[in-house]
Structures are given as C-alpha cells and as structure tokens.
C-alpha cells in the first residue's frame, strides 16, 4: 500500500482546512475554532471525489499524533463514511501542535490508501492564555509608562528651572 501525496489549499487555521490529491478533496471543519485542553472538540471531515461522484461508502481512519507519537485511536480501525460527511469528537489533555491523520481506502479509484494529515493547534486553559496575555502586555506597558513618566519629570524640571530664571 502506497500514499498519496497531497496539497494543502489554504492556511493551518483550526476553523477550516482543506487538502486534495489525485482522486479526493477533503474538508476539515473544527468547532469550536479554536480547541482548548479539557473542552469537546467537534471535528468534522467532508470528503469528495475530484471527478464529482458521489461517494456513498469509503471506509476511513482517523487519528491524532503529537510530536509523531499516537495520541488517540487506531490508525487500522476504519468506520464506513456515508453520504460524504464524517463527525467526531476527541478531547485533548494537553495544548500543542497535533497532526490529525485521515487515511482514505480508495475503493473506487486506485485500491490504495489515500492519507491526509491536518495540522490542529490546542490552546491551554483559559486562565494560562488570560496570564500569557497580561505578561505580554506587562512587558510592553511598563517600559513605555516609565519612559513617559521619565519624561514628564524631566519637562517638570525644566519647567521650574525656567520659572526661577524669570
């Protein structure tokens, strides 16, 4: 068994991803847009055939790898897709960068395995992304207020120097 290669159409956002090869066009839909640890991810795979038709059964597997270890299911374990559309949800313990790999048996073109890996970015906890934020603007907006506050006391000097003259 061989693998296609694929072109990926499009950028890495979470929200909508969509890759094609020879034979398949496969849309990625993930809600929330944005996955976060601890939160139910809906992940949603449209797949369509480039010659327009209509794929009624094509058995796919789907799994996720971090760091190009298996995270979640089994790669050999494929669920029939009817009518073109596939959903499931998948829960991460931890943020990262995690690849979903979607393995197509072409059993209407080639007999061979089609793959497709997505790129999925997981967010920690809300409260680690609010504290990040706060540190970046931290590191930002102290520097600058002490400059101006710098300034504003050197104006006030000069000021007073200029008023005892007079």
């Known amino acids: 068994m061989g693998t296609f290669l694929f072109l990926a159409i499009g950028?890495?956002?979470?929200?909508?991803q969509t890759q094609q090869n020879e034979?398949?066009?496969v849309d990625l839909f993930v809600n929330p847009s944005r996955p976060s640890v601890d939160r139910d991810i809906n992940f949603t795979l449209e797949l369509k055939s480039k010659a327009n038709d209509v794929l009624i059964e094509l058995p796919v597997a789907t799994y996720f790898l971090k760091d190009g270890?298996?995270?979640y299911s089994n790669p050999n374990n494929y669920t029939l897709v009817r009518q073109q559309h596939y959903d499931f949800d998948h829960k991460f313990s931890e943020p990262g960068v995690y690849s979903l790999e979607v393995d197509i048996k072409d059993i209407f073109y080639t007999l061979d395995v089609a793959s497709f890996t997505?790129?999925?970015v997981v967010d920690g906890p809300v409260l680690d992304r609010i504290f990040n934020q706060i540190i970046n603007y931290y590191y930002l907006f102290i520097p600058t207020i002490t400059i101006l506050v710098i300034f504003a006391i050197l104006a006030m000097i000069n000021y007073r120097k200029n008023k005892i003259r007079d």
């Open 23 to 25: 034979n398949y066009v």
């Open 11 to 16: 950028n890495t956002l979470n929200a909508t």
């Open 69 to 71: 270890k298996p995270v």
């Open 118 to 120: 997505f790129e999925i």
